[in-house]
């Protein structure tokens, strides 16, 4: 393992209470304390996925995995906020032309701007607003939401499709995929919507914001689907390999907590008056064993997708679709998996555990909420199971 993958779990673990606090106070604010955000700054974990020539300090894949599944272990507001503006530091930085990379990343080759700070970027890649070309850039209108940690990021990122431009005609030979382009603005040029008022990851402050014609110049976007131009190998992952670290990893980190906490409840905790607690029933070492086995088994998974897709990069080559595919299915089916175990073991908490105050009602809501991220829809198991037809008739031809 790396000295910086060390230093960094080293780092979280000694801020641990502190973060758990936090964690706490996230949930009635809705997003990330502001001490903690100064504490992950501190710890340079917004920038695990920044290149390394715009002051940042990336983390191959699975070391990145780690740091991230040990944060979420601690507490899950934090180590999504961690998450999402690594990667979305991570876009910025490795795909924007040089000029718009600089003009984020600041003039000083540390990548800090003019107050000293290095900067923080929040939003999505989902194609909510469009934009019109003009001279130098565009003039881009739109909303989009879930744009987790935007309360203390800097600038906000999105993507649009070209004015008028809706998807083509297969019949023309075209794709039928019309061209995204993703963009940056400052956070003070967009409405930001406190709109977050949610079941789940309630403290990751995953607000809406919009535009409305603002002009985004040119060299603040890059079309969806290029290659990275600066960064290296981890940029040569391509997408969707680049960002499927981020989400699977919190899951583990977030069901292990899970798996403590209910062995810690039920120690002390019995269904029936006078009756035998629910650690000493055969039922529940049952389901520790098989909760334990599945969380190791999906951490597999994702673990041994994500390393061939490495290997590629590492070579020179990015992964090719059989491979991104493999990464997005293992990805989906490790938060899957890890939302059974989750939902299993609530269920031998009794009604206590319905209580706000108990860590796995959060537990339960927060894996619920992320099983619903975009990049874990079951729609991607559809498109490998045709690449799976399709390759086996090829085999046949």
Request: proline share 6%; charged share 20%; glycine share 12%.
């Amino acid at each position: 393992m790396s000295e910086l993958r060390d230093e960094l779990i080293a780092g979280i673990r000694a801020n641990r209470e502190k973060f758990e606090s936090a964690g706490d106070r996230a949930e009635e604010l809705r997003t990330l304390p502001h001490d903690a955000v100064g504490i992950l700054r501190s710890l340079g974990l917004f920038w695990l996925k920044t290149p390394p020539e715009l002051g940042g300090t990336p983390l191959p894949p699975l070391e990145f995995s780690d740091v991230i599944e040990e944060l979420a272990y601690v507490d899950t507001s934090t180590a999504w906020a961690a998450m999402i503006g690594a990667g979305c530091n991570g876009l910025a930085g490795g795909w924007l032309p040089e000029e718009g990379a600089r003009q984020i990343f600041g003039p000083g080759s540390d990548g800090t701007g003019a107050d000293g700070l290095r900067p923080v970027a929040a939003g999505q890649l989902a194609p909510r607003g469009t934009g019109h070309p003009v001279r130098g850039g565009y003039l881009v209108s739109g909303r989009w939401g879930f744009s987790s940690g935007i309360v203390h990021a800097d600038w906000v990122l999105g993507a649009f499709r070209l004015d008028g431009d809706g998807p083509a005609s297969a019949e023309d030979g075209d794709t039928g995929i019309s061209r995204m382009v993703v963009f940056l603005v400052p956070k003070a040029q967009a409405e930001v919507i406190d709109n977050w008022h949610v079941a789940g990851l309630q403290g990751t402050g995953s607000l809406d914001f919009s535009v409305d014609g603002t002009f985004v110049p040119a060299e603040l976007t890059y079309d969806l689907g290029s290659p990275a131009v600066r960064g290296g190998d981890l940029f040569r992952l391509g997408m969707p390999a680049f960002v499927s670290n981020e989400v699977p990893p919190l899951a583990i980190g977030l069901a292990r907590r899970a798996l403590d906490d209910m062995t810690e409840l039920a120690t002390h905790t019995a269904r029936f008056p006078s009756g035998p607690t629910v650690s000493e029933r055969a039922v529940f070492h049952k389901e520790l064993g098989r909760a334990d086995t599945k969380i190791r088994a999906a951490r597999a998974v994702h673990r041994e997708a994500m390393g061939l897709a490495w290997e590629e990069a590492v070579s020179g080559k990015v992964p090719g679709e059989e491979v991104q595919l493999a990464v997005t299915t293992a990805s989906i089916y490790t938060v899957e998996t890890c939302t059974d175990v989750v939902s299993d073991l609530f269920r031998y908490g009794g009604g206590r555990v319905l209580a706000l105050g108990n860590p796995m009602q959060r537990h339960l809501r927060n894996i619920l909420a992320a099983r619903q991220h975009l990049a874990l829809s079951e729609e991607h198991y559809e498109t490998a199971g045709r690449f799976i037809l399709q390759s086996a008739k090829s085999r046949r031809a």
